[in-house]
């Protein structure tokens, strides 16, 4: 087991049994130290422990020192301090050998989970006939590192992209599509101005009543099924899906056309939802309307906040489509665990629709099937207000991502020998990943600043200076090999190797991390941390003019492992690491 921390807690598990038996099921607590003065790694069991048994922490931290078995979990002797804690410091030989192992390991340590659960993302979820913009960017990228993540670790993860593809709208766009032609239409949205055909549509939608009307018509037509209508439909949609799959691919996401399950797919599934429920006897007839009312959502009159899933004209809206959903993943796709990655203002509105499915025995209770809202914040301008164009209108995704590469191309112009070709490749790479890598490293719940120049940097907590690290250790390594040297057993002498060895061995643990709380920020967070803490030993630490081969040949391990974990870690969160910048 590569984490440390794990075959520590199970050493410290052993000694309350033996020193405690009637406190054996204590759980025992054991974090990173954060000052090496102090370990490793400390452990303050022994204060809840104390508090349980009714005797001085101090002293059933002492009486657990006598009982650790240090040598079986790769430690010196604990050391108590203060008024109860256990410092543990690992020995060097147990480094060494968890790093060899390491250096063989292709996961690097990354464990799969002991029970994989079939798990369902639902992310992204653009509008057809609209271009995504800054709004669908913290969906998209933390949606996507999510599923890789999760997919490392063993689980079967489903990929959801739940387009808005039906419904009102969709009349007029038909309508304006027929007045315009299908071949000048096409030609416009070929072009990837769907904004512009929808605005035109939007236009005169508002003000010429006749084509009010015509469209109308023509979403009674769509719904029924009319053979032209869903051709034309289909049209719209498949520019629209074009369109997307550039800007997925522009982002490097995984998102693919067989992972498109939008409004339309439900279509058929909204009747048979209904019907379920109301047999449930969940679904109560109200104003003419079919409603849930699930308990704990009072309404703005007092009464109960409803869950509509069939309107008083008959119709459908997102309630029953967000159930019908629920419905679909967890029966059909057989889905253990539902993700929504979805933004934070959506969160009323979800909850309702998980506690309408809990209701109906979907999700919760004895099925044992869970759902997790991954709310998230907004992306701001420098104005602290939601980023706009100059104009007003939200900034366009593909537009962000041009500028961020257009940027970082200057950037690596500048510092970079490469061909012309190699330096495209980077400023891609740089300028895209630099604005994931902004997003990745917040904590998802709150708000963040789009600063190109911030995100852009080579210091600081950029994902520009996580690929200049690896960059850095591959130049390393390639030196190392032309002068003759090469890899070999890891040998921790130095505070710096030390402190190096724990941050790689620590990665397992930043994964775990990462996926139990749905958090992408705490593995680029410790993909920070090991960036910086490679720089410390370099600087303390000569690679290449080592006093001896075998420490230069330990170091250049040292310098491996370190790219390969920064470069594993950054593609877990969807971000490329070229080796040569």
Known sequence: MADPALPLEAALRRAIAEAFPEAAAADPVVRPSSDPRFGDYQANGAMALGKRLDRPPREV???LAARFDAAAAGVEPPEVAGPGFLNLRLTPAWLSDRLDELAADPRLGITTVERPERVVVDYSAPNVAKEMHVGHLRSTIIGDALVRILSYQGHAVVRQNHVGDWGTPFGMLIEHLLDLGEEEAADELSVGDLTGFYQEARKKFDADAGFAARARQRVVLLQAGDAETLRLWHLLVDESKRYFNLVYRRLG????DDDLAGESFYNDRLGPTCQELEELGIAVPSEGALCVFPPGFPG?????MPLMVRKSDGGFGYDATDLAAVRYRTRDLGATLLVYVVGAPQAQHLALVFAGAVLA????????????HVAF????????????????DSAKLIDLLDE?????????????????EEQAAVAEAVGIGGVKYADLSNDRTRDYTFDYDRMLATDGNTGAYLQYAVARCRSILRKGEASGGAPGGVVVVEPAERALALALLR???????AAEDFAPHKLSGHLFDLAQTFTSFYDACPVLKAPDEATSASRLTLCRLTA?????????????APDRM
Do not use: C
């Not at 996401?253 to 693919?256: A, E, G, K, N, Q």
């Not at 390969?564 to 490329?576: E, F, Q, R, T, V």
């Open 361 to 372: 025995g979907w999700l919760g209770g004895v099925t044992g099937r869970r759902v997790v």
């Open 300 to 304: 703005r009159d007092g009464g109960p």
């Open 507 to 513: 990665l397992d643990a930043a994964v775990r991390g």
């Open 253 to 256: 996401v995984l998102l693919t």
């Open 377 to 392: 914040g907004s992306v701001l301008g420098p104005d602290g207000k939601m980023l706009k164009t100059r104009t007003g």
């Open 564 to 576: 390969d974990a920064l470069a594993l870690g950054l593609s877990l969160l969807g971000i490329d």
């Open 61 to 63: 931290a002492q009486a």
């Open 404 to 420: 961020a590469v257009e940027r970082a191309a200057a950037i690596v112009a500048e510092r970079s020998e490469l061909s012309p």
